[in-house]
């Protein structure tokens, strides 16, 4: 095995994920991980999960974000845009939905990778990946020298210098970045469903295991047949918006 | 770490003997089945006693050497940075180093005259791939048999699509001491005019055998470079002319934006000295006096350019050289007056760009003694350079070049490649054009289709 797609946050935006696994499997992704968030927000929650549970059972890698984790727990402390978003997709699934979720890990060594939805450190709290003193914990806690988050749905990558000291880097596209793994690395892919950073194109990336290498990828898809979608399947106007702005 | 034994193998690849031994690295010729040319393995030392540097530096060059193209550059052949003996292997070089052009006297004019245009193409071609060497000097630079520079070692470089492992260093500059820019001192790695700072360095050595800072050791010194004038060359080198010191030491402004705009440029005051405009910089003959001295050091401004807020190939794209072919016999005004603002249009959008205005004399045979030729060639110049001052562009910014040939499109290209022409202007040919001089529609369509750069076809409105 060579190359590791790494999806995150595909929130229940289906034809993120088509466009997606497309572009990963014409760069010849062999194997598929999943870092949670697969549902919430997105107009597509069942589809994306009888996609990931058969992915699953093909022996790919699927982890438990925090967005899952509220279909079962209920939406607690979520930002009330979230709430209503999960509150709309409870009622979609099936029992075997909510089986599958709850069977979901929060992390998974994938040596030389450490893959998690949120940071490594007490990967159960959620903690975002995106500050010096978190990526440090994470560090501490990882046996492996790179990690591999999502949550913050921005794309990054981080390392550490020679005096122990995190610095960031803003991946280009499309730009092979070698990792040592002399040095400790942590990057976050960004998100598939519901970008953040100005540009609504998915944004993932891919992995690969022999030449140590990761590749950040941008991959527009048919934005305005899911905004379609949220705006006739009852979910919050607000969420069309923000995916056509990439906020 | 022991010294490899020729015969012995790591992975493809058999040790035949070893090179050099210095720094952090030993560096061997090895040889592998699959390829014929000769290959040079580096390997990192390893152990407690080496400097941490040594392996970033390692790092680095096994990230940025795959991604570089170009007949400047080793052609990557592997690496394997997580062995347990480390290693990266590229193409030899056959070459001279140029260290051993370092002479105590000084090289004549037309070697370093040569040598400066080749290394600044060299850097032109780094920076459009958006990498920075940072450490230029005689021993980084092979020259081959066809004059063409080679870099090597990109251990401190910075290539701004991939992750700076020397982006943070307080404790250190990183660079080798007598050729960094003052701006490397400060930790500015992301300005490719520091590389001009390393050539000018490397220039005035080879003119004059000595270095313009010294070999400083503390940061105080290192720190001079800011305040300090060099001996003047030309003081150490009386033969040399004013312009050569002018190109030099606009090379070693201690403000990056006081010197050339881009490598290209360098190159192009090398190919063209009479277009240069000599200030005070080529015309100091004398060293400062002590008190000066004592003047400017005794509270040393540290002033630094803007750290630059776009990559190397962005910078450098914003400084185009324009290149325009004129017909000296098209006389429509529209036809003329179409091509005039299509040059002033491209030129005003980039305040730094240069234009060559070619006029290109086709003839039966190249070479050939003509009667009359010097005197047609007189009076082209004549009428090229009028062409050019109706534009009102200033004289260092443009440059008038009459050239005779049997393959008008070729010399073109020829011109645009070793010049790096960002763009060639032409005007679109005329479906009832019957003049043997006038640019014929096939030129047009060979400099379109082989140009290594855009070309902007002229057509005058209706």
């Known amino acids: 095995m060579t190359r590791i797609a790494l999806f995150s946050d595909i929130h229940a935006n289906f034809e993120a994920f088509s466009a997606c696994e497309q572009h990963a499997l014409q760069e010849k992704a062999e194997l598929f991980a999943f870092l949670g968030d697969h549902v919430g927000y997105g107009p597509d929650p069942e589809r994306i999960l009888d996609r990931l549970i058969k992915y699953r059972d093909e022996g790919h890698i699927v982890l438990l974000g925090n967005h899952d984790e509220a279909c079962l727990t209920g939406p607690q402390q979520m930002s009330h845009h979230a709430r209503d978003a999960i509150l709309w997709t409870i009622p979609r699934l099936q029992n075997y939905h909510f089986e599958f979720i709850s069977s979901l890990p929060f992390t998974y060594e994938l040596p030389p990778l450490l893959l998690t939805h949120a940071s490594a450190h007490e990967p159960e709290g959620w903690h975002y990946l995106n500050n010096e003193e978190e990526i440090k914990l994470s560090f501490k806690e990882a046996e492996q020298p790179i990690v591999i988050a999502g949550h913050v749905h921005h ?57 140590n290498t990761l590749t950040f990828h941008r991959v527009p898809y048919d934005i305005d047949r899911t905004i379609y979608k949220i705006y006739h399947r009852g979910l919050p106007p607000t969420l069309a918006e923000r995916l056509s702005k990439g906020q | 770490m022991d010294v490899l034994e020729p015969g012995t193998h790591v992975d493809r690849f058999i040790i035949k003997e070893l090179l050099y031994s210095a720094g952090g690295a ?29 392996l970033v530096s390692f790092e680095m060059e096994c990230s940025i050497l795959p991604v570089l193209k170009g007949p400047h550059v080793p052609r990557f052949i592997a690496a394997n940075p997580l062995a347990i003996q480390p290693y990266v292997v590229m193409e030899k070089v056959i070459g001279e180093p140029l260290i051993n052009w370092v002479k105590p006297l000084g090289l004549p004019l037309t070697k370093l005259q040569t040598i400066g245009t080749a290394i600044a193409n060299a850097a032109h071609s780094l920076h459009r791939q958006d990498t920075i060497h940072l450490d230029i000097k005689p021993d980084n630079l092979i020259i081959k048999a066809d004059n063409e ?65 010294g070999i400083p050791v503390t940061l105080k010194e290192l720190r001079q470079r800011h305040w300090l004038r060099p001996t003047p060359i030309r003081h150490l080198r009386p033969d040399l002319p004013e312009w050569f010191q002018e190109i030099v030491f606009t090379c070693l402004e201690p403000l990056a934006e006081k010197r050339f705009a881009s490598t290209a440029l360098l190159a192009r ?90 006029n290109i004399i086709e003839v039966p045979l190249e070479g050939a003694q003509e009667s009359g030729a010097a005197e047609r060639h007189h009076k082209h110049r004549i009428l090229l350079e009028h062409w050019l001052r109706q534009l009102h562009i200033p004289k260092e910014r443009c440059s008038a070049h009459i050239i005779e040939t049997t393959d008008m499109a070729q010399k073109t290209i020829d011109f645009a490649k070793n010049n790096f022409v960002d763009v060639i202007i032409v005007l679109a040919n005329q479906e009832s054009s019957g003049s043997f001089l006038r640019v014929n529609r096939s030129t ?12 902007h076809v002229v057509r005058p409105a209706n």
């Open chain 1, 155 to 211: 794309q990054m990558l981080y390392f550490e210098d020679g005096e122990k000291n995190i610095q960031s880097f803003i991946p280009t596209p499309g730009q092979v970045i070698p990792l040592s793994t002399r040095r400790r690395w942590a990057a976050t892919i960004g998100s598939l469903g519901q970008p953040r950073d100005g540009n609504s194109a998915s944004q993932y990336a891919l992995f690969d295991n022999e030449q």
């Open chain 2, 26 to 54: 030993y560096l061997y010729e090895v040889e592998t089945k699959e390829i014929t040319t000769p290959l040079i393995m580096k390997i990192p030392k390893l152990g407690p006693s080496q400097p941490v540097f040594g």
């Open chain 2, 149 to 213: 520079v080679v870099f090597i070692d990109f251990g401190f470089a910075h290539h701004s699509l991939l992750p700076d492992l020397f982006s943070d260093n307080p404790r250190q500059a990183v660079g080798s001491t007598p050729y960094i820019a003052p701006e490397q001192i400060e930790h500015i790695r992301l300005d490719p005019r520091s590389d001009q700072f390393a050539i000018g360095v490397t220039l005035y050595q080879l003119a004059t055998g000595e270095l313009p800072f």
């Open chain 2, 269 to 358: 005051a090398f190919s063209d000295p009479d277009s240069i405009i000599i200030t005070e910089r080529g015309k100091r003959s004398r060293p400062d006096s002590l008190w000066v001295r004592l003047i400017k050091g005794f509270r040393p401004a540290i002033e630094v350019s803007p750290v630059p807020q776009y990559s190397p190939s962005e910078q450098v794209s914003n400084v185009p050289l324009i290149a325009v072919l004129i017909d000296l016999e098209e006389h429509q005004p529209e036809r003329i007056k179409a091509l005039r603002y299509a040059v002033l249009r491209a030129m005003e959008r980039h305040p730094d760009s240069h234009l060559s205005a070619l």
């Open chain 2, 444 to 455: 047009v369509t060979r400099l379109v289709e082989e140009a290594p750069c855009s070309v």
